[in-house]
């Protein structure tokens, strides 16, 4: 027997559960469809954990600035811990090149509504007490970012998902797109039929070979990252730490302790490892830790609890792609989102609902505008 929907979403991850969860608070019969056992379980659980409208691009301030909204009064809303560290996101700066980098967007993230400002080096020592002060120039400090727990996050998605009414279909592969003449219909799994006049791509680096089976190209890759945690210590410093200078076989890394003390840290490869291979390697570890003791010396006596690795579903310009797609009605695209699923996620979710339920905003035509499954994919974002 095939049940019938208003919406189908293809993914229980970092984009799926919030954009079924929205879905659902529009009165939309949902359903969600996930190969994995339970929510978050794909690529949602080797997330770090960061969230930050710090970025260059507008429409990722936009839509990063409403998941931080939702993020710091998650609890107080809804009574679930997702353990949310509003510690903000420091980029300390040793290049004058990119301490100028940093100033000139400065007017740009301001005028669309973030806190942000660049700070001299006793300013930032206070920040990240040890950071190294030699040649340190400054660095921009963003506070009301911060951090939490990917999969706690994805659970409480997925309990306010159920109290909407929106049903989930776990352990099930989707073998294709349905479709009939230049629309969805809906999906085919390898355990039944559900058919829906709109069905939401939030599958991440799947999403590719997903629209494949209707003929469609998306130009989203897989590429690997990853990522590790230490022991807990005495928490010391609270904010998310990017340092953007590149090195031997990295463009950049990141860091933050979190709620338990454990300092949790990824690296961003260089040239990137494009594939769907997640077994961890022996070359992680001690390029990422040269790194780390360098700029924060305390660090060096810190033991590694474990490592693990992930795919950023990649796109040409390191942007999203989000919106209908113009030769498959009824398909909406919310993936791309470039190892930044979980700030993003939440913000796009509400976004895809509004598309859906036709109630957009006069600023969600700045982010369908810079997300368009259909622009140039030319110009990359200054502060990926």
């Known amino acids: 027997m095939t049940k019938s929907y208003d919406a189908i979403v293809v993914g229980a991850g970092s984009v799926g559960m919030p954009t079924a969860m929205a879905l659902g608070e529009k009165g939309l019969r949902t359903l969600v469809v996930d190969m994995h056992p339970s929510p978050g379980q794909g690529e949602n659980k080797h997330a770090i954990g960061g969230v930050r409208a710090t970025h260059s691009a507008p429409g990722k301030i936009l839509v990063c600035l409403r998941s ?8 107080q809303r809804h009574g679930d811990d997702i353990e949310w560290l509003q510690g903000g996101y420091l980029y300390p700066v040793y290049r004058e090149a990119d301490a100028q980098m940093l100033k000139g967007l400065l007017p740009l993230q301001k005028s ?6 660049f700070l001299g080096p006793e300013e930032i020592r206070g920040i990240l007490p040890g950071i190294a002060s030699a040649g340190l120039i400054g660095g921009t400090f963003a506070p009301k970012d911060g951090s939490m727990s990917p999969l706690l996050v994805a659970n409480a998605y997925y309990r306010r998902a159920l109290r909407l009414g929106v049903e989930f279909r ?10 009939a003449q230049g629309r969805i219909q809906g999906v085919a799994t390898d355990r039944g039929r559900y058919e829906a006049p709109i069905v939401v791509d939030a599958a991440g680096p799947l999403s590719a070979p997903l629209c494949k089976t209707a003929g469609l190209h998306l130009p989203v890759v897989p590429d690997c990252h990853e990522a590790a945690i230490t022991e807990p210590v005495q928490p010391f410093f609270h904010c998310m730490v990017v340092d953007i200078r590149p090195a031997p076989g990295s463009k950049n890394f990141y860091f933050y302790q979190n709620r338990h003390g454990q300092v949790v840290f990824c690296i961003t490869p260089d040239p990137p490892i494009v594939g769907t291979d997640k077994r961890e390697t022996s070359v992680f570890l001690p390029q990422v830790c040269t790194r780390l003791v360098g700029l924060l010396p305390r660090l060096r006596h810190l033991r590694v609890r474990r490592t693990w690795r992930g795919l950023y579903p990649m796109t040409p310009d390191g942007s999203p792609i989000v919106g209908w ?18 700030m993003l996620g939440t913000g796009v979710g509400e976004l895809v609902a ?21 622009r140039e994919f030319k110009a990359a974002e200054k502060l990926k």
């Open 112 to 117: 669309y509504g973030l806190t942000i400002d």
């Open 170 to 179: 776990f352990k099930e592969r989707i073998g294709r797109l349905l479709t």
């Open 354 to 374: 509004r598309l859906v339920a036709q109630s957009l905003t006069a600023a969600d035509a700045i982010i369908l505008e810079e997300f368009s499954p259909y």
């Open 325 to 342: 797609n113009r030769e498959l009605e009824g398909l909406v695209h919310a993936t791309g989102m470039c190892g930044q699923g979980l």
């Open 68 to 75: 931080l909204e939702i993020f710091s009064a998650w609890k």
